[in-house]
């Protein structure tokens, strides 16, 4: 096949059907490939089987990799697949990161992984993580997670958070899930936030959510904006997407 996307994809497809029955052979032929986004791709497909085989070894490759997104992610996904299976084993690995980024991308799989199969597991797991960017990070993909199945226990669970990056973080991925499923509902719980800086990160959140969809609920809370740039920007966006939908309405608003 010639370069291009359908020989990616091609590459992509072999090398995560071929882990599934030889990984090692995958891994070897994976890493022979030109450098390239096909052979990250093909290596990332092989990590979460290679993780299940030899996690010794997979996380060994992934701490051989260059610093940056391709060694991230690897790690991130390798993680994942050792957090839905035996979280306790992955957990070991942890401390034989070296601290940054790739350490941060490994403790987010590992919740990402958990909170598959249990959010509730998964909350639990971040609360026990030393405040810092990876319980910010993995705290994210909890909520962001259990959001999209159950916001109102997710929503319940951010709420029980200090105020602090943390917390910011986590409110901003359930409104997002939430907002787009159901905007009443995610309305009435901003409504319990308390005034300040917090609760303005969260009604800019909320409105960019609702505008596209739901451009006449957006129009209600956009007003709530103290930032005047960022209000009119979401103002603009409002009143395009309203026009589309319902121009008499949109044109009586603007």
């Known amino acids: ?5 359908a020989r ?3 590459i992509d497809n072999l090398a995560g059907q071929w882990a599934q029955s ?11 490939l030109p450098e390239g986004r096909a052979k990250e791709n093909a290596l990332q497909n092989i990590g979460p089987q290679w993780a299940q085989n030899d996690p010794k070894s997979a996380i060994t490759f992934g701490q051989s990799l260059a610093p940056g997104e391709a060694q991230n992610k690897f790690l991130r996904n390798v993680a994942n697949s050792l957090g839905s299976t035996d979280p306790g084993k992955a957990m070991e690995w942890v401390n034989q990161l ?10 987010e799989g590992i919740t990402s992984g958990i909170a598959q199969n249990s959010p509730s597991d998964a909350a639990e797991f971040v609360a026990k993580l030393p405040a810092g960017k990876a319980q910010e990070s993995a705290v994210a993909t909890v909520a962001s997670q259990w959001s999209s199945s159950d916001p109102e226990a997710a929503a319940a669970w951010v709420s029980q958070f200090s105020q602090g990056p943390a917390r910011d973080t986590a409110v901003k991925s359930v409104l997002s899930n939430w907002a787009r499923n159901d905007p009443a509902a995610a309305g009435e719980w901003l409504n319990t936030f308390p005034p300040g800086e917090s609760h303005q990160q969260a009604v800019q959140e909320y409105v960019g959510s609702i505008s596209y969809e739901y451009p006449q609920l957006a129009a209600t809370w956009v007003g ?28 009586a608003w603007i």
């Not at 096949?1 to 996307?5: A, D, V, Y």
């Not at 070296?98 to 403790?107: E, H, M």
């Not at 709530?224 to 044109?251: C, F, H, N, Y």
């Open 1 to 5: 096949l010639p370069p291009g996307r």
């Open 8 to 10: 990616d994809n091609f």
């Open 22 to 32: 030889d990984v090692e052979s995958a891994v070897q032929w994976a890493s022979q």
């Open 98 to 107: 070296s601290q940054g980024k790739a350490q941060d991308s490994f403790v």
């Open 224 to 251: 709530s904006i103290q930032d005047s740039e960022q209000r009119s920007s979401s103002m603009k966006t409002i009143g395009q997407q309203w026009l589309e939908i319902d121009p008499v309405a949109a044109k």
